[in-house]
């Protein structure tokens, strides 16, 4: 199937990513733009897990944001591999716009794995009761129990979080994104978020 030139440049535009990639997923998904956006997300989700077992981040910058009424304030520190990168424009870009996630978004910490064990079971202890008291059976609770746990994710744990500038992509998406575009790992390594 011969692929539209102008179709390949808005899939690059809108994904960023290189034009034999494009070319390439549109192929595959037959020239449905949504698809290959679709298929593009998977093989960058699998570059990038890729690149993060593999590579050491141990450069990067501490970017800062405070809000306009002078009552918020964020420090983040973001990692790359190389000091080339971390200057980069795209890369000042993205801490800017994390700093920004964490003042508005007010995460409590990176990643599911920081979120403590013992405030993990209080949690799942009230959904269970919460659903007890609904009446739910005690074989879907367990199910249900997931769903709640991947919400509650979503509200305190920054990369699990919808980004603030654009809702159809998670904070990991758009990290991901970034080490499609940028060729290596990058990681927020942590965050502080003050409020008066």
């Known amino acids: 199937m011969s692929i539209d030139t102008a179709l390949i440049a808005q899939l690059r535009e809108q994904t960023g990513v290189g034009i034999a ?17 679709e298929i593009l997300r998977k093989k960058g989700a699998l570059k990038a897990a890729k690149k993060f077992a593999e590579r050491t981040a141990s450069e990067g ?34 801490v800017k716009d994390l700093a920004m996630q964490v003042a508005a978004a007010n995460p409590s910490y990176v990643k599911p794995d920081d979120v403590p064990a013992d405030v993990l079971e209080k949690e799942k202890e009230v959904y269970r009761e919460q659903l007890k008291h609904e009446g739910k059976p005690a074989e879907m609770i367990e199910k249900i129990l997931d769903g709640k746990l991947t919400k509650f994710y979503s509200e305190v744990c920054l990369l699990k979080q919808t980004f603030i500038k654009d809702d159809s992509v998670t904070v990991e998406q758009l990290i991901e994104r970034a080490i499609a575009r940028l060729g290596e790992k990058i990681e927020i390594a942590r965050f502080v978020r003050y409020e008066i």
């Open 61 to 94: 910058l501490i970017g800062s944001y405070i809000h306009s009424n002078e009552k918020i304030g964020v420090l983040i520190q973001l990692h790359s591999e190389t000091d080339f990168v971390a200057r980069n424009e795209e890369f000042k870009q993205l």
């Open 21 to 37: 990639d494009c070319k390439e997923a549109l192929e595959e998904a037959k020239g449905d733009l949504t698809l290959a956006v």
